[in-house]
């Protein structure tokens, strides 16, 4: 016996759910995304305070990585490709997480270096994306539509 979507407060509409299917219980959130209940919104405000200042704590960690290679007085050359290689991958790890939100992990295997040395884009991802809803509601939400 199915569920169908009724009305709750805040949304338009409650997701079915699958015969015996329970919903996928997100990082930090568990269930509550389903109803967006039991502190739901409070949630969402830590994850998106956290994130960011996780993000800015590491950028001041590369500032000071970067500081310390203009103190060794390195050559112009170095410094550039050092920024440059991370500006790349901070963009790439912001963007692969953004999409994984949607249409899940893909590779995440291949991406480990790639997401280590962006680390601040991938965190970046998590805040904006938790200022709207839960990260990777979306995804569960179409999972659980069928």
């Not at 805040?10 to 509550?32: D, I, V």
């Not at 290679?69 to 050092?82: D, G, P, S």
Request: with cysteine; net charge positive; charged share 15%.
């Amino acid at each position: 016996m199915s569920e169908t979507t009724t009305p709750t407060r805040g949304s338009a509409s409650k997701p079915a759910r699958a015969p015996g299917g329970r919903p996928e219980p997100l990082r930090f959130f568990g269930t509550t995304w389903v109803d967006h209940d039991a502190g739901y919104r409070v949630r969402r405000v830590g994850v998106a305070a956290g994130s960011l200042a996780a993000a800015a704590l590491g950028v001041v960690v590369l500032r000071f990585g970067f500081q310390g290679l203009a103190e060794a007085k390195v050559n112009v050359f170095v410094m550039i490709l050092a920024i440059a290689g991370f500006a790349v991958c901070t963009a790439l790890a912001f963007q692969r997480t953004w999409q994984s939100f949607t249409a899940g992990p893909a590779g995440a295997d291949a991406s480990r270096g790639v997401y280590a040395i962006g680390f601040v884009g991938s965190l970046l991802a998590y805040f904006l994306r938790s200022l709207t809803e839960a990260p990777g509601e979306a995804r569960a939400r179409a999972r659980l539509r069928g």
